[in-house]
């Protein structure tokens, strides 16, 4: 299976900050690389796709960049709702991993 | 508006089976692949299976492979898993999820979750 691995575990930021959460891969899986953000209690929510890709709905200031097996997701000024966990997710393999998550709190 | 609700759930003995369904509404459902993914309580997302759109083939994480078995009925819209020899390592609540393209390919993703339906294994 491919492993994935994101850091950090948990971060915490102020309002307006630019934050970027790291996803590595055990093995390269060009850009078939998709972000979540989950909220306590709900379901998570498709962020990026593709790598880079913006799913519609979701606000500008979420992007993605990285191929191969090194991947980010950034937000360029965080806001309240930003809040909750954030999650990778390699669909290079049929057997699809998630990373452990990503907590991101607002200071 | 895309709707998946799941149900089944509940609490199961050690050694049990459980059958979840999953209603989807909203969509063309058999043009889409559908995965399972569950969710240990305090813990991160863990893909389970997928089936594709046709039903044909089907796709498991070791952790469940050969105790856990996806079908889908494209007449009802409804997805299943059957989960069989439970551990209390299988709690976790189990969400049904749609991707866009119908085969479970590369560079697929989830664009749609249900609310999932929770399974706790305890004796």
């Known amino acids: 299976d491919i492993q994935m691995t994101q850091s950090p575990s948990s971060l915490s930021a102020s309002v307006g900050d630019r934050i970027t959460i790291t996803c590595r891969t055990s093995?390269?899986?060009?850009?078939?690389l998709n972000w979540y953000q989950q909220k306590p209690g709900k379901a998570p929510k498709l962020l990026i796709y593709g790598a880079s890709s913006l799913q519609s709905g979701v606000p500008s200031r979420f992007s993605g960049s990285g191929s191969g097996t090194d991947f980010t997701l950034t937000i360029s000024s965080l806001q309240p709702e930003d809040f909750g966990t954030y999650y990778c997710q390699q669909s290079y393999s049929n057997l699809w991993t998630f990373g452990q998550g990503t907590k991101v709190e607002i200071k | 508006e895309v709707q998946l609700l799941e149900s089944g759930g509940g609490l199961v003995q050690p050694g049990g089976s459980l059958r979840l369904s999953c209603a989807a509404s909203g969509l063309t459902f058999s043009s889409h692949s559908m995965s399972w993914v569950r969710q240990a309580p305090g813990k991160g997302l863990e893909w389970v299976s997928a089936?594709?759109?046709?039903?044909?083939?089907?796709y498991y994480a070791d952790s469940v492979k050969g105790r856990f078995t996806v079908s889908r009925d494209n007449s009802r819209n409804t997805l299943f898993l059957q989960l069989n020899s439970l551990t209390a390592e299988d709690t976790a609540t189990y969400y049904c999820?749609?991707?866009?393209?119908?085969?479970?390919?590369?560079?697929?993703?989830?664009?749609?979750w249900g609310q999932g339906t929770l399974v706790t294994v305890s004796s």
């Open positions: 999820a749609k991707s866009p393209g119908r085969g479970h390919d590369y560079g697929d993703r989830i664009d749609y």
């Open positions: 089936i594709s759109g046709s039903g044909f083939t089907t």
């Open positions: 093995q390269t899986i060009s850009s078939y």
